[in-house]
């Protein structure tokens, strides 16, 4: 199915109020959520960090995550949402964010699963008919890809030894069944309509479902690990 391509801000203005409000709320989410992760996890786990060179590619990790904050809200701003609304303190962050953080082991883990959810939500954004926000997905997707791969690569490192294989077998256990409610409901309405407008393309079972299957991929076949079992409602 074609959709019209919506290419301005200003042409954004000419939309239905349906597209209007379901581009803002895809923006001012990411704004919340983005500000949220980087305070939550990425800024503390700089102290977490074991080494020097750990601690400098954190540092980026954060840095983008506020970045990708920082680019979100500026969008929001130009279609008309006032900064104070994109703030974790208007709007709830995402269940991820509740995990706990309290070791290296553990945010090696969050990088390498929920960065990995994250890249499945941006990829569906790449085709999107608003094209500022398809541009922003496209300008955002290669620090995403970064950050999982800083995951999987700490990850490998730590499973090198047996103590450190148990430390991220345990962290996969606690923070995988965070995640496939991260891709939201299988009868969502919104998702209806984000896809029926243009704005997204897959159903959120499709995207939890590839989810799982690069999950394991990494976790069995890479980490050679095992995937804990999710509860039956997930």
Known sequence: MSH???KTIDAFREQSEEYQASILKLVVSHAVNELYG???FDEPAIALAPTPYAKWLTCRVAMEEYGHHVRFRELGVK???PEEKMTPAEKKPLSIF???LKTWEEFCVIKLLADLAEILQVEDLLAC?????RDLARMTMPEERFHAQFGKDFCT???ATEEGRQRVQDAIDRYY????AFFGGSKSKNNETFRRLGIKQRTNDEMREDFLERARALVVDHLKLKMPELPAAA
Request: aromatic share 12%; proline share 21%.
């Open 4 to 6: 019209p391509q919506v």
């Open 38 to 40: 980087a305070q939550v």
């Open 79 to 81: 279609l008309g949402v």
């Open 98 to 100: 509740e995990f706990p």
């Open 129 to 133: 008919t608003f094209h500022p926000l």
């Open 157 to 159: 490192e730590l499973c």
């Open 177 to 180: 069944p965070f995640l496939p």
